[in-house]
């Protein structure tokens, strides 16, 4: 069975440092990992996916990284803002468990002013 | 349309009841798949349809949830008998390609079971 783990839990950090969240797997026969952003009462927005080929995806301040091999992507958010406080999940579509996509249970992230 | 739309945004209902939940998916994703999503947890995933037919409902809880896509399009989450544990925000989302495809969730409907 698939499982994600994120750490941390919950981040608080000042406006304008940069951080890197973290996503680990248990099973590296994957199709392709995408990171979310959720905010409170609202839906997730894809931020980006990652193809099981690919080493890392970059958007804008965004950089996603993948090692399937060790079970491992980190996202890395430069020069952090208030507006990027949210709560950032990962997930991961395995080859050995149909199509579907397994979560994380996030990081919620506090930018400070 | 542009995006994933669910509806009702907020359903409130009282304990036994029966509730549908609709999802209309980006035109053209062939994969559409149900999430539900307590809180503070990340989506659990709950049915996954391909076209018009359920690929994989392996994570349906037990046989008073039900899905149905009948043309390939919108799909109609039912859940009967409804227990207070139902209670979460049900999350819809499609895809282009099943294997490759980038997923786009709507904006979730919250269940609320008194």
């Known amino acids: 069975k698939q499982e994600v783990t994120q750490i941390p839990a919950a981040l608080s950090v000042p406006e304008g440092e940069n951080l890197v969240l973290n996503c680990s797997f248990t099973d590296s026969a994957i199709y392709n990992l995408q990171w979310f952003r959720q905010d409170p009462g609202k839906g997730l927005t894809s931020l980006l996916l990652?193809?099981?080929?690919?080493r890392e995806q970059t958007s804008g301040r965004l950089n996603a990284s993948l090692d399937k091999s060790s079970g491992r992507s980190t996202l890395y958010i430069a020069a952090s803002q208030p507006g990027d406080s949210a709560t950032y999940l990962c997930a991961v579509r395995g080859r050995n468990y149909g199509q579907n996509f397994v979560f994380g249970p996030g990081t919620r992230l506090s930018v400070l002013p | 349309g542009a995006g994933v739309s669910q509806t009702p945004s907020n359903k409130v209902t009282e304990k036994g009841k029966y509730v549908e939940l609709r999802c209309d998916p980006i035109?053209?994703?062939?994969?559409l798949y149900w999430y539900r999503q307590s809180l503070g947890q990340g989506p659990e995933f709950l049915i996954y349809?391909?076209?018009?037919?359920?690929?994989?409902d392996s994570g349906l809880p037990n046989d008073r949830f039900f899905a149905v896509r009948p043309e390939g399009s919108v799909s109609t989450l039912k859940i009967q008998r409804t227990e207070r544990g139902d209670s979460a925000v049900y999350l819809c989302?499609?895809?282009?390609?099943?294997?490759?495809?980038?997923?786009?969730f709507g904006e979730g409907s919250r269940l609320t079971v008194l």
């Open positions: 035109s053209g994703h062939t994969a």
């Open positions: 990652i193809q099981s080929s690919q």
């Open positions: 349809f391909q076209g018009t037919g359920a690929a994989d």
């Open positions: 989302a499609s895809s282009l390609d099943p294997n490759t495809g980038e997923l786009f």
